[in-house]
């Protein structure tokens, strides 16, 4: 009943099918290999986005695009049972489902496939009215890399035409992002490779990351970063220059397992965070360090998220050793 004061998520983005192979590590060319185990998920940066965003309690809606096989029903149904807003997607039917093969080594680490099939093939010229309503009627639109750049900047002047923010994960390709997407962009959010290629330098430390985020912020006074730093956690750079951190959690009853999803969980908690709570970044960067964490204790990506209840029991366990953690990270 409550539901009608949430704010509202739209996610534009891919879906795929994954296929998750576990295996001692890379075969070598012409080498055959005996894989330990394999299982097929839904997954995709968007789906798996959206999911985390619905399983944290936000009414979510996810713009995307399938093909017509008999698995894909199972898909849907995925991500109806987690209660994502599904009725503006887009079945076609002479395209495959796009696809991912993801081989996961012993210490949870992993190499992927893409197969980009429905993802890659829209309609540039327009998105269809449902989807454009569904965008404006949401408080934030999030959007990442595995659909075309032309689909994003569509998504991002319906977002804007109505006043909404627009989060963009630079995940996804690493081709330069086009000049019309990244104007209308207000959180960006990229790792330091992806920042990287966007200031055409390799940025080695922390201290290159954030100069570099200032630098864009000089072409993009709007825009503000929320910097992915890996094992060092995330920096939330505004764009009036105040910057707030926060370092991975660890916790020693649960072990990592795959690592796949780990940054569309992190870019879905914070989104959820944020736009409940607009004041408290450094809240927003713990409660998606927090989701991203119990992300990485599960294998695979969208049934990996972690609901609601378990980040709060997980923050709550956490609460006195996890400012330790911040002060550790600082002084590495």
């Known amino acids: 009943e409550g539901k009608k004061d949430l704010p509202k998520i739209s996610v534009l983005g891919s879906l795929n099918l994954d296929t998750l192979i576990k295996t001692g590590r890379m075969p070598l060319i012409g080498e055959t290999l005996l894989g330990q185990d394999v299982e097929e998920q839904p997954g995709g940066k968007g789906a798996n986005t959206a999911v985390a965003c619905s399983n944290l309690g936000l009414p979510t809606s996810f713009l995307g695009q399938t093909g017509s096989e008999p698995f894909v029903e199972t898909i849907l149904n995925d991500l109806t049972s987690r209660k994502v807003d599904i009725s503006q997607m887009n079945k076609l039917e002479n395209v495959p489902t796009a696809r991912a093969y993801i081989l996961i080594f012993p210490n949870g680490e992993n190499t992927i496939i893409i197969i980009g099939a429905a993802n890659t093939a829209w309609d540039l010229n327009k998105l269809k009215p449902g989807m454009v ?139 959820v965070h944020y736009i409940q709570n607009p004041e408290d970044i450094v809240g927003a960067l713990k409660f998606g360090c927090a989701a991203a964490y119990l992300n990485i204790t599960k294998v695979g990506c969208m049934r990996a998220n972690p609901t609601l209840e378990q980040v709060n029991s997980f923050l709550q366990k956490h609460h006195s050793s996890q400012v330790n953690s911040q002060i550790t990270q600082l002084q590495e």
């Open 133 to 271: 309503q569904s965008i404006q009627e949401s408080d934030i639109l999030l959007l990442q890399r595995e659909i075309p750049d032309e689909i994003n900047t569509l998504g991002a002047i319906a977002a804007k035409e109505a006043g909404k923010l627009v989060l963009l994960d630079a995940g996804g390709r690493d081709t330069q992002i086009p000049e019309q997407l990244l104007q209308k962009v207000d959180i960006f959010s990229p790792n330091a490779i992806e920042l990287g290629q966007l200031v055409g330098r390799e940025l080695k430390n922390e201290d290159e990351v954030i100069a570099a985020g200032k630098e864009l912020q000089q072409k993009y006074p709007a825009m503000n970063f929320l910097l992915k730093m890996g094992k060092d956690g995330a920096i939330f750079l505004s764009k009036e220059g105040k910057i707030d951190r926060h370092g991975v959690f660890n916790d020693p009853d649960l072990k990592v397992v795959d690592t796949t999803g780990a940054g569309d969980c992190f870019t879905g908690a914070f989104a």
